[in-house]
């Protein structure tokens, strides 16, 4: 069937970045094929389906570059820590636990939740393997929902000593064979799942398994994401086991690459930013987990401009609390801005590149996804603009950056199928998905041992006056 998004605010994101009035997309078949005014759309495919666009918002599907949707059913319990005590404490022991189900049920509520608001692309980080068939769930959740995307195989092959518990530290012989299997049992040329690599990070692998990792990355074809720099104490680690830091690392052993994304990215100074640029390697910044752990604010604009290819991610939602960009592009700007006490340091319209192009870009896919344009993947998100948060709208993009709450997104196409129609999924039953994450959720807490963490005191900040 061929459709028509008629009379939009189309934000293409083309190269020219046009913006256009009361415009018109016609796809057909899973391809963006004309963008013009209706009527010459109608008069070519007099057949296409209608769906009215007046007063809303037209942009590319949005691209998640970094999540970990098992993390799905950890919201709200490792809250006001730093990385390391709310991975030791809360989502290391819950990820030792976890079952088939809880995965299918996290990622199932994950994926929904992104299309929901807006995210047509997600990259899942699943470096949770107590037990195996745990990326299967997940590859089947993105199938079952339509969404687009990367489910990278993790793991950590080391680490006991600083906490990560030992269900969830494999051999790198086990990861690196069963990511193997499924990379071969799941990737096709095309296809709009792809299985990648994902090695935690530095503090729980060895320098012989990442070099291990690069070769059947190479063999395979397959993508590849890791943590860098998320952290002073991952430097401190780096510095300590190779006299390095980390990405100084990862650039010796011939790990980094156009097809490697970087996630984090904060501690990075200037010859790591150098590095990255070198090797083409693109980065993730997931601005909302980022703060929520005290980890720091990442140099963006010196990666920026250095030249380095930077998109976003929501990061999981144990540690960022949902899956929104909206929510990561309001703060990727908001945060530079006060850092660095300059209001045009990160622009709306940066934060949109960094949701959209860029972040095809950083995953490989800016030849087919990322923006509006003739031959590409009709991966579209129309925003609804009737709402008191985004509205009256003077600045399209502005209204998306700063004003918008997420929860406007009305329609989303997926390779040309709509997957969500009037604020409602046509994929997936949204009450049973609910439903199943939330028993999940209750399940894998109780066993956990960490469910007390929902039921907290209550905690003020005490401010001492002089």
């Not at 998640?64 to 730093?82: A, P, S």
């Not at 950590?156 to 990511?179: H, K, N, S, Y």
């Not at 998905?433 to 109780?446: C, E, G, H, T």
Request: aromatic share 4%; with cysteine; charged share 20%.
């Amino acid at each position: 069937m061929n459709i028509i998004l008629a009379d939009g605010w189309v934000v293409t994101m083309n190269p020219g970045r046009d913006v256009l009035e009361q415009a018109s997309v016609l796809v057909t078949g899973d391809r963006i094929a004309g963008i013009g005014s209706r009527a010459a759309l109608v008069a070519a495919e007099p057949m296409a389906e209608i769906v009215d666009c007046r007063g809303r918002i037209v942009i590319p599907g949005m691209v998640n570059t970094h999540t970990h949707l098992f993390q799905t059913l950890l919201k709200g319990l490792g809250d006001d820590r730093v990385l390391k005590d709310w991975f030791t404490c809360m989502t290391g022991p819950a990820a030792a636990e976890l079952t088939e189900e809880d995965v299918a049920a996290a990622a199932l509520h994950g994926c929904v939740e992104s299309i929901r608001s807006g995210v047509t692309s997600l990259v899942d980080f699943m470096y949770a393997h107590p037990r195996p068939g745990l990326t299967q769930p997940v590859i089947d959740a993105f199938r079952q929902t339509g969404i687009r995307g990367r489910v990278c195989r993790g793991f950590l092959t080391t680490g006991a000593e600083f906490g990560i518990p030992v269900p969830l530290i494999e051999t790198p012989e086990q990861a690196l064979g069963d990511a193997r299997a499924v990379i071969r049992a799941n990737n096709k040329l095309g296809g709009r799942v792809q299985v990648g690599l994902a090695p935690s990070m530095i503090w729980a692998l060895d320098a012989e398994t990442l070099r291990a990792t690069r070769r059947l990355a190479d063999e395979e074809g397959a993508f590849i994401t890791t943590h860098v720099a998320e952290t002073a104490f991952e430097i401190e680690q780096s510095q300590s086991r190779f006299h390095c830091t980390d990405t100084e690392l990862l650039s010796e052993i011939g790990f980094l690459g156009p097809d490697v994304l970087a996630v984090h990215c904060v501690q990075c100074a200037g010859n790591d930013i150098d590095l990255l640029r070198r090797h083409d390697t693109r980065v993730s910044h997931n601005p909302c987990s980022n703060m929520y752990l005290a980890s720091g604010v990442p140099p963006i604009p010196a990666m920026l401009d250095a030249g380095v290819t930077v998109g976003l991610g929501s990061d999981g939602p144990a540690s960022s609390n949902n899956h929104s960009l909206f929510q990561a592009m309001k703060f990727a700007s908001l945060i530079q801005k006060g850092h660095h006490r300059n209001p045009e340091i990160i622009t709306a319209e940066k934060a949109l590149e960094m949701a959209t192009i860029d972040g095809a870009r950083a995953i490989g896919l800016d030849h087919d996804i990322g923006s509006i344009e003739i031959g590409k993947k009709a991966d579209i998100a129309v925003i609804d603009t009737d709402g008191f948060a985004i509205g009256p709208v003077h600045h399209p993009v502005s209204a998306l950056v700063y004003s918008a709450l997420g929860h406007e997104v009305s329609t989303v196409l997926i390779d040309g199928r709509i997957v969500m129609r009037d604020g409602r999924m046509t994929t997936v039953d949204e009450g049973a998905v609910r439903a199943r994450s939330r028993a999940a959720a209750d399940a894998l807490a109780a066993r956990a041992g960490v469910a007390h963490l929902g039921r907290r005191p209550w905690r003020s900040v005490g401010i001492s006056r002089a």
